[in-house]
């Protein structure tokens, strides 16, 4: 079982900046393809970034793509997100996502708030 916990949301203004990050439990992060999703009200769950267990591939959403990236350190079995110039349209609860390997996301946290106002 793993858990995963987010954190660093908050209120930022349009063009600000903010981290989150996602401590995981256990034993064998580097195992774990990691991955943040967003949900804005009224919308489906997105997918924004993936960093693979093997730390040697990231993707991003088209619309995140230049703006955020995604990192990881293992020996604090944590990831995180880095969002720059931040935008009303990233407004939503953000969720960080594990999966063993190249296994489907099966491990995901509660979310944490981020609102960028206009």
């Known amino acids: 079982q793993v858990q995963l916990v987010e954190s660093g949301g908050g209120l930022v203004q349009a063009g600000g900046s903010l981290r989150l990050s996602c401590a995981a439990s256990g034993r064998t992060f580097n195992s774990y393809t990691m991955g943040w999703f967003r949900q804005a009200p009224g919308k489906e769950r997105e997918f924004v970034a993936t960093?693979?267990?093997?730390?040697?591939?990231?993707n991003y959403a088209d619309s995140v793509k230049g703006r955020f990236t995604i990192s990881r350190d293992n020996a604090k079995n944590t990831v995180y997100l880095r969002m720059n110039s931040l935008k009303p349209e990233d407004t939503a609860i953000y969720y960080c996502?594990?999966?063993?390997?190249?296994?489907?996301?099966?491990?995901w946290g509660q979310g944490t708030q981020v609102t960028v106002s206009p």
């Open positions: 996502a594990a999966a063993i390997r190249n296994d489907p996301y099966m491990y």
């Open positions: 960093l693979r267990w093997s730390g040697d591939s990231t």
